[in-house]
């Protein structure tokens, strides 16, 4: 139905200026004159159009598919709309109006799934981009009516699983360059400058300085054994990753990389994060904990913790505590194990939880920082040996050319 803007004057002389609906503008004029107004000033609203679905843009990055940013930002706009009162299916609807052109069709997918009859949670489930973790944490939220805040958890942990890969990445991409970098320059001087020192000493009759023919060595016994060296090297990558693809050799891959000074450490502390963090929200919002043992099982990328948890799990469903089974090997942080046990003890586990997930967290965050405080100058020490010495044998060699002494 039409609505108009007007301006009247009631009785008593004052003015007022409201809205009314009304099948039309001389309807709108009588209904007010019945109510005691004279109409001053009457029109009608125009409605604005909805701005068209925008399908098409410049930047290519807007079709990419579903990423964990995409996630856990419109997650928290759910949530919003959910707190504020509106539907999930309006919640979803304007989600995916407003999302990017590549996560648009998901959204829209879930909501018709919804429709046909699924639940929330058996939508986001036949697609890959939900991990278990979320999955579950909206299956909570579906069952327990407070769909809203598990939206908002899960969200907040993708965020916080991203952040510390994203520090990782960003720490690592530096020295990674220098790394590469150095190495090219030192292969080029290898095989194409090392040969013309070679050539214009030996044309000089000059004698070889030991600095120099250490080079020279060096050079030809990389242009010599150099095609065997990649595809040794390349064998010895395949092999590597077809072990860690088969169950049993990466079972042992991943317990052995829990024991390598500092990166065991990390390994550790990231493993005791993500059993933290998704334990305790689990626990806390009435997950049992053998189903909650279950999908942090599935969380662990690392298969020895994972292992570790489902053992864990069978010696809860005996009658065991959930700290003692963990505590038996070598699995999360001793002090989180200890505290866990007193939450127990106490009934206060979900806490417990997630105070050592705090604490653990910024431990994690301070061994990336001293690892990469340990590789920067171990990269800078290994790049400036290996141009040292290049450079080291080539100005030797020139200055012996020059009829300098080669000692």
Do not use: C
């Not at 959204?107 to 639940?119: D, F, L």
């Not at 090219?184 to 000059?206: D, F």
């Not at 999908?295 to 799990?313: D, F, P, Q």
């Amino acid at each position: 139905m039409p609505v108009f803007n007007y301006t009247a004057r009631n009785r008593s002389g004052q003015q007022q200026t409201s809205t009314i609906e009304s099948s039309s503008r001389s309807a709108a004029i009588r209904s007010l004159k019945e109510s005691g107004l004279l109409v001053l000033k009457i029109n009608q609203v125009q409605e604005k159009k909805p701005k068209a679905e925008r399908n098409f843009s410049f930047n290519p990055l807007d079709y990419r598919s579903p990423r964990s940013f995409d996630i856990e930002h419109e997650f928290h706009q759910i949530a919003v709309m959910l707190r504020s009162g509106i539907s999930l299916l309006e919640a979803l609807e304007m989600t995916s109006k407003y999302s990017r052109i590549g996560v648009r069709k998901m959204w829209r997918t879930i909501s018709n799934r919804i429709q046909q009859g699924s639940s929330f949670t058996e939508a986001l489930s036949e697609h890959k981009i939900f991990t278990e973790f979320t999955i579950q944490m909206v299956k909570v939220g579906e069952e327990t009516g407070s769909l809203h805040t598990t939206m908002d958890q899960a969200a907040n942990e993708l965020a916080s699983s991203r952040k510390i890969k994203k520090k990782v990445t960003s720490a690592m991409k530096y020295p990674a360059f220098v790394m590469l970098f150095a190495i090219g320059i030192a292969i080029l001087m290898l095989v194409k400058i090392v040969p013309q020192i070679k050539n214009l000493l030996r044309i000089m009759g000059k004698p070889m300085p030991p600095l120099t023919k250490a080079l020279i060595d060096t050079s030809d016994w990389i242009m010599e054994n150099g095609p065997d060296i990649l595809m040794v090297t390349g064998v010895v990558i395949v092999i590597f990753l077809v072990l860690y693809h088969w169950s049993p050799t990466r079972w042992w891959l991943d317990y052995i990389g829990l024991s390598i000074p500092v990166m065991g450490r990390i390994m550790q502390l990231n493993g005791t994060v993500i059993f933290g963090r998704s334990a305790g929200m689990m626990i806390k919002s009435g997950v049992p904990v053998v189903d909650t043992l279950e999908i942090v099982e599935r969380l662990h990328k690392n298969t020895y913790l994972g292992s570790r948890v489902k053992y864990a799990k069978n010696k809860v469903l005996q009658g065991s505590s959930l700290s003692d089974p963990l505590a038996e090997k070598i699995t999360y942080m001793p002090l989180m194990l200890r505290m866990m046990k007193v939450g127990e003890s106490s009934g206060t586990l979900d806490g417990i939880l997630e105070e050592m997930t705090e604490f653990h967290e910024e431990e994690l965050n301070r061994a990336i920082d001293a690892l990469v405080g340990m590789i920067a100058p171990a990269i800078t020490v290994l790049v400036g040996g290996m141009v040292g010495f290049v450079y080291g044998a080539f100005l030797v060699a020139m200055f012996t050319a020059a009829g300098g002494s080669p000692q």
